[in-house]
């Protein structure tokens, strides 16, 4: 398997950001849901938000990363074989997952250091 994406395939590359990322936000989902039912005395209260705040913001520079990464290589020929209509759409569906992504690691930051 190659780096980059050739005209038959997705890179490894590629491959590896998309299930790093996808991983990332799962776990990170289950790691605050988890954090909600810590007690004042477990001895995680304190740990579990700081973890929660690292892999957040490691996510986001994977994001950061994936992004660049996406711009910078080409589609694989084989998912070119598309309608234009579904082309648009599914880089309508992958810019608006981008943008939620972001925008739920953004937010999760600003409501970290919000003062008070």
Excluded: C, K
């Amino acid at each position: 398997m190659r780096w980059r994406n050739t005209a038959d395939s997705y890179g490894l590359v590629n491959i590896v950001l998309h299930w790093v990322v996808a991983l990332a936000a799962f776990g990170l989902f289950g790691l605050g849901l988890w954090m909600v039912d810590l007690g004042y005395y477990d001895a995680w209260y304190q740990r579990a938000p700081a973890l929660h705040q690292s892999d957040g913001l490691t996510l986001f520079a994977l994001l950061l990363l994936r992004v660049v990464w996406r711009l910078s290589g080409s589609m694989p020929r084989a998912l070119q074989t598309h309608t234009a209509l579904e082309r648009r759409a599914a880089a309508l569906v992958q810019l608006l997952l981008y943008l939620l992504l972001f925008a739920l690691v953004v937010s999760g930051y600003l409501i970290a250091t919000a003062d008070g």
